[in-house]
């Protein structure tokens, strides 16, 4: 607080500067009469009610009984100190019913009141009365410390609502997140010293907010948040309404294991894998029915997440469009790979067997031919037991293969019936025992016995 920087004046040299008893008629001026100091108008009337500057040039009040107010309110917005003297620019420390109160004057010398004013680069609010506001103010949408200074940026605070001026203890029953043993919680200023809450118009209790690169989590009352919150729509009901913010109130990014939100059903674990994006936002599809267009890539392998927002493992099918029959293989590994596998693997399926099968660079079971043998969807295509050879219609296309699922091109052989298959360089049947009609010959592949959401 301000030291007091007007110097205590001789009041004889400083008021009257040489003026002594008035005479009817005398000059206007000031004058010392039983130890207090009035004033003359040029008329030789005493002056009453009314502001006169002394010799100092400092404004100074002369009240009702025509004497020189000290440490006195002068009209409920002024204030004159020990030596009369009208505070400008300074502040004022009075005690009322015990308690100290701050008033501050401007360069008018008129007490600021209702408003935010900046002294020496700091913010302070002064109510209608003109006290220095202390504490949550202002509908409690800012917040000013012990020394009246208004907060910016981050402060951990006793909310609102449990705050006591007096006793700055917490009420008990506040049970928002983030908080501390000593019912402290996290707030957030603006520059403008504005406390930031969730807009009045989002959906849910909760908004975010990202600062210095981070994204947090506020609830109505704009205290911080931890853990699972629903921040977009408040129906509880979907993994992507929802983010995770840590112990320090970051929003989770990459990779995290974590139990999921206890709103929601569906997850076979206490604890599962989460990606969450840049924003924040966790990866899933937006329908239980697994599509390739859901599949990410991270750090160089592909994942696919389910409408829980777990990567799914194991053999899968997905649709790869919005047909019945627009659908593939994928094998996500174990689940502790969780990511697509690529190239021939042996792969046991839903029925317990163990297959060879084929996966492209971007996952999908092949369909077709590759290094030689036939697959579909992946799954190798060959003679069943017994049978020497067999024909399949892949997409419109005959092709012949042995017990190994090896394509038989441009050859001629007999099946289990003793029927001769020829076939193309690229191992189609061209004909049986001669016949080009050879449709009859073909069956349908047979597809894998993989799981599906």
Same mark, same amino acid.
């Given at each position: 607080?301000?030291?007091?920087?007007?110097?205590?004046?001789?009041?004889a040299?400083?008021?009257?500067?040489?003026?002594g008893? *008035? =005479?009817?008629?005398?000059?206007? %001026?000031? &004058?010392?009469? !039983?130890?207090? +100091?009035? #004033?003359?108008?040029?008329n $030789?009337?005493?002056?009453y009610?009314?502001?006169?500057?002394?010799?100092?040039?400092l404004?100074?009040?002369?009240?009702?009984s025509?004497v020189?107010?000290?440490?006195?309110?002068?009209?409920?917005?002024?204030?004159?100190?020990?030596?009369?003297?009208?505070?400008?620019?300074?502040?004022?420390?009075?005690t009322?019913?015990?308690e100290?109160?701050w008033?501050?004057?401007?360069s008018?010398?008129?007490?600021i009141?209702?408003?935010?004013?900046?002294?020496?680069?700091?913010?302070?609010?002064?109510?209608?009365?003109?006290?220095?506001?202390l504490g949550?103010?202002?509908?409690?949408?800012?917040?000013?410390?012990?020394?009246?200074?208004?907060?910016?940026?981050?402060?951990?605070l006793?909310?609102p609502d449990?705050?006591?001026?007096e006793?700055s203890?917490? *009420? =008990?029953?506040?049970?928002?997140? %983030?908080? &501390?043993?000593? !019912?402290?919680? +996290?707030? #957030?200023?603006?520059?403008? $010293?504005?406390?930031?809450?969730?807009?009045?118009?989002?959906?849910?209790?909760?908004?975010?907010?990202?600062?210095?690169?981070?994204y947090?989590c506020?609830?109505?009352d704009?205290?911080?948040?931890?853990?699972?919150?629903?921040?977009?729509?408040?129906?509880?009901?979907?993994?992507q309404?929802?983010?995770?913010f840590g112990?320090?109130?970051?929003?989770?990014i990459?990779?995290?294991?974590?139990?999921?939100?206890?709103?929601?059903?569906?997850?076979?674990?206490?604890?599962?894998?989460?990606?969450f994006s840049?924003?924040?936002?966790?990866?899933?599809?937006?329908?239980?029915?697994?599509?390739?267009?859901?599949?990410?890539?991270?750090n160089?392998?592909s994942?696919l997440f389910?409408?829980l927002?777990?990567?799914?493992?194991?053999?899968?099918k997905?649709?790869?469009?919005?047909?019945?029959d627009?659908?593939?293989?994928?094998?996500?590994?174990t689940?502790?790979?969780?990511?697509?596998?690529r190239?021939?693997?042996?792969?046991?399926?839903?029925?317990?067997e163990?297959?060879?099968?084929?996966?492209?660079?971007?996952?999908r079971?092949?369909?077709?031919v590759?290094?030689?043998?036939?697959y579909?969807?992946?799954?190798l295509?060959r003679a069943?037991?017994?049978?020497?050879?067999?024909?399949?219609?892949?997409?419109?296309?005959?092709?012949?293969?042995?017990s190994?699922?090896k394509?038989?091109?441009?050859?001629k052989v007999?099946?289990?019936?003793?029927?001769?298959?020829?076939?193309?360089a690229s191992?189609i049947?061209?004909?049986?025992?001669?016949?080009?009609d050879?449709?009859?010959?073909?069956?349908?592949p047979e597809?894998?016995y993989c799981?599906?959401?």
């Open positions: 607080m301000k030291n007091r920087t007007a110097a205590v004046l001789v009041l040299a400083a008021l009257s500067f040489g003026v008893a *008035v =005479p009817a008629m005398a000059a206007e %001026g000031w &004058s010392q009469e !039983g130890g207090n +100091w009035v #004033y003359y108008d040029s $030789g009337s005493k002056v009610n009314e502001w006169k500057k002394g010799a100092d040039n404004w100074r009040y002369l009240n009702g025509g020189m107010a000290v440490n006195d309110w002068v009209d409920s917005e002024y204030y004159v100190d020990s030596n009369g003297i009208m505070l400008t620019d300074k502040w004022l420390k009075l009322e019913d015990g100290y109160e008033y501050y004057f401007g008018s010398g008129k007490m009141n209702d408003t935010w004013k900046k002294i020496d680069d700091k913010w302070y609010h002064f109510d209608g009365s003109g006290r220095m506001e949550w103010i202002l509908d409690d949408m800012y917040y000013t410390g012990e020394d009246g200074v208004m907060r910016t940026g981050w402060q951990k006793i909310p449990n705050y006591d001026e006793s203890r917490v *009420v =008990p029953g506040y049970d928002s997140a %983030g908080g &501390s043993d000593d !019912g402290r919680y +996290w707030f #957030y200023f603006g520059t403008n $010293g504005k406390k930031y809450v969730p807009n009045d118009s989002a959906s849910g209790d909760y908004g975010t907010r990202r600062i210095d690169g981070e947090y506020f609830d109505q704009g205290a911080m948040q931890t853990g699972w919150r629903d921040v977009r729509s408040g129906s509880e009901e979907d993994i309404d929802y983010m995770y112990a320090d109130g970051k929003a989770r990459g990779w995290y294991s974590i139990e999921p939100p206890q709103e929601l059903e569906g997850y076979d674990g206490d604890v599962e894998w989460f990606y840049n924003s924040g936002k966790p990866k899933a599809s937006d329908s239980e029915r697994l599509r390739s267009s859901d599949i990410v890539r991270i160089g392998k994942y389910n409408h927002g777990n990567p799914v493992y194991g053999l899968r997905v649709y790869t469009g919005s047909g019945a627009d659908r593939a293989a994928y094998y996500l590994g689940k502790e790979q969780s990511s697509a596998q190239g021939k693997m042996k792969v046991t399926e839903d029925n317990g163990t297959t060879q099968f084929y996966f492209s660079s971007n996952g079971g092949v369909t077709g590759e290094d030689g043998y036939l579909y969807k992946g799954k295509q069943a037991d017994g049978q020497k050879y067999a024909c399949f219609d892949i997409d419109g296309d005959y092709y012949v293969v042995n190994s699922g394509v038989q091109k441009d050859k007999e099946n289990v019936d003793d029927v001769e298959f020829k076939t193309s191992g049947l061209v004909s049986a025992d001669g016949d080009t050879v449709a009859s010959y073909a069956e349908e597809e894998p799981m599906e959401e």
